[in-house]
C-alpha cells in the first residue's frame, strides 16, 4: 500500500514537472567543396575562416518541435576559396505542453541548439579532416547570450518603432 502511493506521488510530481525529450538528431544537409584543390595545398597556409550560423524551428505536431542548426564554414586564403563546409544539424524535441509558454522560444532558440551544436562541429572537423586541411576545431557558442542578445536587439527595433 505504501508502494503504491509513492509510486502515485513521483508519477503526480512527474506530470507536474516540465517535460523535454529528445527524440532524435541527426543530419539534414551536408556538404563540403575545396573548389581549388590541389593547387591550395601548395600555397602557404595562412587562412581566413568565416563562420556563419542560423537556427530554425518548426513545430512538427503538438509537443513536438524540429529545430535545425545551420553552421557554414568559408576558408580563404587570400582571394581563393580553400573549403566551404556546410551542415544542417537537426533534432527533434517533445517538449511537453507543462513547460510555459513564455519558455518554449529560449528552450527552440538556446536550448535545443546547445544540445545539436557538439554534433554539427564534429561533423565539420571530420569532413575538413577527409579534406586533408589543417584540423579545424569551432570555438563552443553561447546561444543563451546568443538569444539573449536577439531579444534585446527585437526589442530596440520595436521601441524605435513606437517613438516614430
Given at each position: 500500500?505504501?508502494?503504491?502511493?509513492?509510486?502515485?506521488?513521483?508519477?503526480?510530481?512527474?506530470?507536474?514537472e516540465p517535460q523535454f525529450a529528445i527524440q532524435r538528431i541527426y543530419v539534414k544537409d551536408i556538404s563540403f567543396e575545396a573548389p581549388n584543390s590541389p593547387a591550395i595545398f601548395r600555397k602557404e597556409w595562412s587562412p581566413n575562416v568565416s563562420v556563419d550560423m542560423n537556427v530554425s524551428n518548426s513545430k512538427l505536431e503538438e509537443n513536438l518541435h524540429e529545430v535545425v542548426l545551420t553552421l557554414t564554414v568559408k576558408n580563404t586564403i587570400g582571394e581563393e576559396t580553400a573549403?566551404?563546409?556546410?551542415?544542417?544539424?537537426?533534432?527533434?524535441?517533445?517538449i511537453g505542453s507543462q513547460v510555459p509558454e513564455e519558455q518554449l522560444p529560449g528552450l527552440l532558440a538556446a536550448f535545443c541548439p546547445n544540445i545539436l551544436f557538439p554534433y554539427a562541429r564534429e561533423a565539420i572537423a571530420s569532413l575538413v579532416n577527409r579534406g586533408t586541411f589543417p584540423q579545424l576545431n569551432l570555438a563552443p557558442v553561447n546561444f543563451d547570450a546568443v538569444f539573449a542578445q536577439h531579444i534585446q536587439q527585437q526589442?530596440?527595433?520595436q521601441g524605435q518603432k513606437l517613438d516614430a
Open positions: 500500500m505504501a508502494d503504491e502511493q509513492q509510486n502515485a506521488g513521483a508519477n503526480a510530481q512527474q506530470q507536474a573549403f566551404l563546409c556546410e551542415i544542417a544539424q537537426a533534432g527533434i524535441f517533445a526589442q530596440a527595433a
